[in-house]
């Protein structure tokens, strides 16, 4: 069974405009992180944002922060403000406390301007 | 600190010869990974490693091996290369916990013909 889900092969958003990634995710562990990637046309993975399972807040870091509904298991990423620079893939990933870590199949982002 | 490097940048094989792609983190991490991504895939594990001296299978394990040779290098070894391996390859490490993100090398570009 898929681990993390990313329903939105492809998302448009017009700039300056928030946009929502979507990301399920599937565990039995108690204890478990869920990450946001940022992978641009060049190829680097650039980590965006944590969620913790035991964390009662969302995460925010700057224009991105992390819907986390613990009990619908989703964790999606939220980006204000879109920029022309947000065009990118990005995933959801997650690791359990066994260690092992998952990645969804990934959302690709364009921005127009 | 040069974070995570990983060698050859890329590299073109014939079907059924090997090679190892090498990984190194100078950040102390005792959590190492190695994943492949197809193109327009997700990142999927092949395998990875808790600790020195400790390597786990992933997703994806069948047609490589691994050696964690000491706490900072990782290899990923192909015996008898065939075109499904035609991938981008990335090396990873982290903290030992759920709650740190990874770290990501480079990648490398590896054609089977």
């Known amino acids: 069974a898929q681990k993390i889900t990313q329903t939105q092969p492809g998302m448009f958003v017009q700039e300056k405009e928030a946009v929502t990634l979507d990301c399920t995710y599937d565990?039995?562990?108690?204890?478990?992180?869920l990450f946001w990637y940022k992978q641009p046309s060049s190829g680097e993975m650039i980590f965006l944002i944590y969620q913790g399972s035991y964390d009662q807040q969302n995460a925010t870091e700057g224009r991105y922060s992390l819907n986390f509904q613990k009990a619908r298991k989703s964790a999606n990423l939220v980006i204000s403000a879109s920029q022309l620079g947000d065009s990118a893939m990005y995933f959801c990933a997650m690791r359990e406390e066994a260690g092992k870590s998952t990645f969804g199949d990934g959302t690709t982002l364009t921005v127009k301007p | 600190n040069a974070g995570v490097t990983q060698t050859p940048k890329f590299q073109v094989l014939k079907t059924g010869q090997s090679m190892t792609l090498q990984c190194a983190q100078d950040m102390n991490h005792n959590s190492m990974y190695w994943y492949r991504q197809d193109p327009g895939m997700g990142l999927r594990l092949i395998y990875y490693s808790a600790s020195e001296g400790t390597t786990d299978k992933g997703e994806v394990p069948n047609g490589y091996n691994v050696s964690r040779l000491n706490k900072r290098e990782f290899s990923l070894r192909l015996e008898s290369a065939a075109p499904s391996q035609t991938s981008v390859y990335f090396c990873?490490?982290?903290?030992?916990?759920?709650?740190?993100?990874?770290?990501f090398g480079p990648g490398t570009r590896l054609t089977v013909t």
């Open positions: 565990t039995s562990d108690p204890s478990y992180g």
């Open positions: 990873a490490s982290s903290e030992d916990n759920p709650g740190h993100e990874q770290y």
